[in-house]
């Protein structure tokens, strides 16, 4: 069974920093890009990072680019999210999601996804 599981969410306050585990299981991990989204209630959801983790190539829009960092640790098959220097925009529930490898570091199409984690920033 494909399996995602998200850690490490909580409050925080302005300007300091969380980091999210999304440990996988059930697939060959080596195979797969691994994304990790956020979405408020409304809002459409996020793309904010991904990693391939054959490689550790990694992507991150204008929003998150220089605080925030994913990595990836195989022989664990968990992925990380480290969030520096956090804003009260960064407040949402955050999850991670699990797609076959493309030519970049993202996936095409993510088909498996973890229930998400809370993360709220105060100001």
């Known amino acids: 069974e494909v399996q995602l599981v998200e850690s490490g969410g909580g409050l925080v306050q302005a300007g300091g920093s969380l980091r999210l585990s999304c440990a996988a299981s059930g697939f060959i991990f080596d195979d797969y890009a691994i994304g990790w989204f956020r979405q408020v209630p409304g809002k459409e959801r996020e793309k904010i990072s991904c990693?391939?983790?054959?490689?550790?190539?990694?992507y991150y829009p204008d929003s998150v680019k220089g605080r925030f960092t994913v990595s990836s640790d195989n022989a664990k098959n968990t992925a990380y999210l480290q969030m520096n220097s956090l804003k009260p925009e960064d407040t949402a529930v955050y999850s991670c999601?699990?797609?076959?490898?493309?030519?970049?570091?993202?996936?095409?199409?993510?088909?498996?996804w973890g229930r998400g984690t809370q993360v709220a920033v105060s100001s």
């Open positions: 990693i391939r983790v054959s490689d550790g190539i990694t």
């Open positions: 999601a699990a797609g076959l490898k493309g030519r970049g570091p993202c996936a095409y199409e993510y088909d498996a």
